[in-house]
């Protein structure tokens, strides 16, 4: 039976566990586009913006955990996908991204949005250094073919892979006969090959966790050994620490964790609680504990014992010291082996799994009137209601958005808390709500800033397929993070002002809920409702813009490169 480049591609996507694709389409990709809406196994969002789509597609991998596809055609639609490309590969995502090349090398014609390999020659690169983790291009069935069987080991990858797919029309529609896959290989299973576990630091690693007051410094990598690093933690009295994107991993309201680090958090405590003397180990899971991560806390390690416990290694050598012990290793399994042997190490004296919800700290001032509301006092209703009461998703913007969201929002649950600190792209929440919405089936908020939402956003595509995405806009009329880091550095003003933007009618004008709120009431009913409605909607929120966010740390970093 005979089956073009365009339906094979998207049906063995689909037997890899793909169920959902997030682009917008160009006459390139015509063929891939009519396949992906016609596959009944993948459901196709159609975007409003190349980049938006992709940091949908690469959310939704990250909440699924499962392989998503983007897709854009040639030219322009590479180039505008290229912001949410580099998040995607930073984020550990496994996207794969369909688009097109134009013809194999240039006519000298120049045609409309020609693309060639030559233009994408230089967009892949590994650990995350590129665009792509590995691309190719294709100008044939034989050549599709023959990377065909590569694709499943790409997207195998336990850390993530953004793969890049870019075929001329001619071999999208070219036909071949179907290749007929055994039914071992048709189950979307393609396990990784993983580092077996080190026994014997197993056993190391539990004496030390026995015998020594440690701390596990505990990143998104992490995540899928969640229930064994809190039965870890408490079987040793060890003190947890995450960083953003790992917050709930381990319970923010377990007695054993000391909050997170990186961006927005309390480098005082974090410092005090990296001395030697209060924890001389210090065992790192999940992070490469770049800037936004750690603020660079590590450095202060010269003196205490480390550990790194993960794969890629290499990725982190730089950030950690010489004398660190690096086990490479697949975080869920080398951890299950921790927990057995420590189990068989120590007795068995569990704290309670069960703690009293921590109060909001620190409280929330009294807003004035009609003044604009503190941020603290948004946090504040934000952990109420969609954290305590509905234990729900929520994503926190590039800004001042997730400084705030960082330092004082408090989750119980792996997963729950999305940021996207490796890039720091505006707007990706703005657009990729839309992705965790469609994988989580349930409403969703995002905290942005105003800049963020006009940059770039889908609310339409939400509106379009009814997704129960609710952005709520932290609306001070500037781009605030700009304006007040721009003075922390001791510089003149910058024009940072936005002219004031009623949201709520934008929402409204996009086929969306929009709410507007000046008071703390207005606001806990606004939210109240639009989670209860699971319908696309924005809340308008107006802060006091002169409310400086925890920054302290990233501005010296900016110092320090000033003064490089």
Known sequence: MKITVAGDLIQYLAELGADAAFGVSGGFIVP?????????????????????????????????????????????????????????????????????????????????????????????????????????????????????????????????????????????NETFEQVHQPRSMRSGRYPATITPVDSQRVQQLAGVLHRQNCLLWLGFGARHAAENLAHIAELSRSTVITTPRGKGIFPEAHPLCAGTTGLGSDSARVSALLSPEVHPVVMILGSRLGELSSSYAQQQLDSAEVYFIGLNVQQVRASLPAHTTFIEADIPAFVAALYRQLVATVAVNRLPRVWPALPFEPAPTADAGDAPLHPLTVMSVLQDIVIDRYNGYLAAEAGNAFVWTNRYLKFSSALRYRTSPGFGAMAHYACGLIGIAAAAGETVVAVTGDGSMLMANEVSTAVRYRLPAVWLVLNDGCYNMCRQGVELLGNAPLDCEIPPVDFALLAQSLGATGYRVKDRAGLEQALTTAMRLRQPAIIDVAIDRNAVPPLGDRIQTLKTLSDA
Request: hydrophobic residues 40%; charged residues 15%.
């Open 32 to 172: 891939v586009w009519h396949e992906l809406v016609a596959s009944e196994r993948i459901k196709t969002y159609h975007c409003r913006h190349e980049s938006g789509a992709v940091c949908a597609a690469s959310e939704y991998s990250l909440c699924k955990n499962r392989p998503a596809i983007a897709f854009t055609t040639a030219g322009p639609g590479i180039s505008n996908a290229l912001t949410g490309l580099k998040s995607a590969s930073l984020d550990g995502s496994r996207l794969i991204f369909i688009s097109a090349i134009t013809a194999s090398a240039s006519d000298g014609r120049w045609p409309l949005q020609e693309t060639t390999p030559e233009d994408l020659a230089r967009l892949a690169a590994p650990q995350g250094q590129g665009y792509f983790h590995a691309m190719f291009t294709i100008s044939s069935a034989q050549e599709y073919l023959a990377i065909r069987p590569r694709i499943a080991g790409y997207l195998a990858s336990v850390t993530g892979c953004t793969l890049g797919l870019f075929l001329t029309p001619a071999a999208q």
